[in-house]
């Protein structure tokens, strides 16, 4: 017996006269690109609550006077909180990320990994400290809570200083030299291995090393403890090295989340799905070339899907934002797709 027919969710419409696609599998489905899509907050809502990640990741849908949102709550400590003592938990939320009524479901919960993604980012970007050489403040330089505004008023505070062409020692010594001046969650870091400059710089093995009584006792970042990071230098560079760590980082969080994340049971971003499997099982939901030999189906499917891009063109800004961008407009004449609503009236 064939598998059944998927059936369209909440928020989901089929389009009329959508045809059918029935896969390698024998499972008869519609395509999502000959779906409508309506979606409010219940039926996103509905979309999430199917979607897992760790114990410490929440995920939220809602509805406020800018139309409905998805958010990330995350369950953690305060990570500028480095005393011995226990930390109490804490639920921290990440920014809002907007969603059009006519997203695609699939879309939404691709929305809701990024959100996830970034939000333990902004984590990881607090949880890397660099300590004064010349005395014992640390401080947490790749965060998201510097001032902008104001570092971009004086940018003289900031710039690197002019570095050596080439190290006065070996690369592994300096290297030594500036993880002794970082950590991460209050972890040390250890030089595991060196391979110097070749075609395309040098690689670098570090180990996160174990958390202090403290953190340890409270479990949290576990699955940092011992994680070998490679990074890969451009130069020899103290500054190169410190954010070459930072990319590190950051990608190792998201390869956890890529593996944690599932969507009805299925981990969508695991590595254990094969791409070219993938481009298969796309290729067979796509058969344009028989559905719009029916012109009473192409006609709706050309007219909706021009409706629907359409609808994204933002509104032309106005001030110094629409001269930005009438600047950049300006020289491409015959730009196709949908310009912003109202450019043609301020070009004029």
Request: net charge neutral; hydrophobic share 40%; with cysteine.
């Amino acid at each position: 017996m064939n598998p059944p027919a998927l059936n369209p969710a909440l928020g989901e419409l089929t389009m009329p006269g959508a045809p059918t696609v029935t896969l390698s599998n024998g499972c008869a489905c519609v395509p999502q690109h000959y779906l409508q899509f309506r979606h409010d907050a219940r039926s996103v809502q509905s979309l999430l609550a199917e979607v897992a990640c760790d114990a410490h990741s929440l995920l939220f849908a809602a509805e406020d006077g800018g139309g409905v949102y998805v958010q990330v709550g995350l369950i953690g400590r305060e990570n500028y909180e480095r005393g011995a003592g226990a930390r109490p938990l804490k639920l921290v939320y990440g920014r809002k990320w907007r969603i059009d009524p006519d997203t695609p479901s699939s879309e939404i919960v691709q929305t809701a990994f990024l959100a996830l993604q970034k939000a333990h980012e902004h984590e990881v970007r607090e949880l890397l400290t660099l300590r004064d050489a010349t005395g014992a403040r640390v401080s947490t330089p790749l965060s998201n809570h510097l001032d902008l505004p104001l570092m971009a008023a004086f940018p003289e505070l900031t710039a690197a200083e002019p570095e050596p062409q080439a190290l006065d020692r070996p690369l592994a010594e300096a290297v030594r030299e500036w993880l002794s001046l970082c950590q991460f969650a209050q972890r040390p870091l250890e030089l595991l291995r060196c391979e110097d400059w070749g075609v395309d710089g040098a690689a670098l093995w570090v180990r996160i090393g174990s958390p202090p009584a403290a953190r340890a006792a409270e479990g949290e970042l576990a699955h940092f403890d011992g994680q070998v990071l490679r990074l890969q230098l451009a130069q020899a560079s103290r500054v190169e090295f410190v954010f070459a760590l930072m990319d590190a980082l950051i990608h190792c969080s998201n390869r956890r989340i890529e593996e944690a994340f599932r969507f009805r049971g299925f981990a969508r971003f695991s590595r254990r799905n094969d791409p070219a499997r993938i481009a298969q099982l796309s290729r067979q939901l796509r058969p344009y070339a028989r559905d719009l030999r029916r012109p009473e189906f192409a006609a709706e499917f050309q007219r909706r899907n021009y409706d629907t891009d359409a609808s994204r063109a933002p509104r032309w800004p106005s001030g110094a934002l629409a001269r930005v961008n009438a600047e950049k407009l300006t020289p491409h004449r015959h730009l196709s797709g949908h310009l912003p609503q109202g450019y043609a009236r301020a070009a004029a």
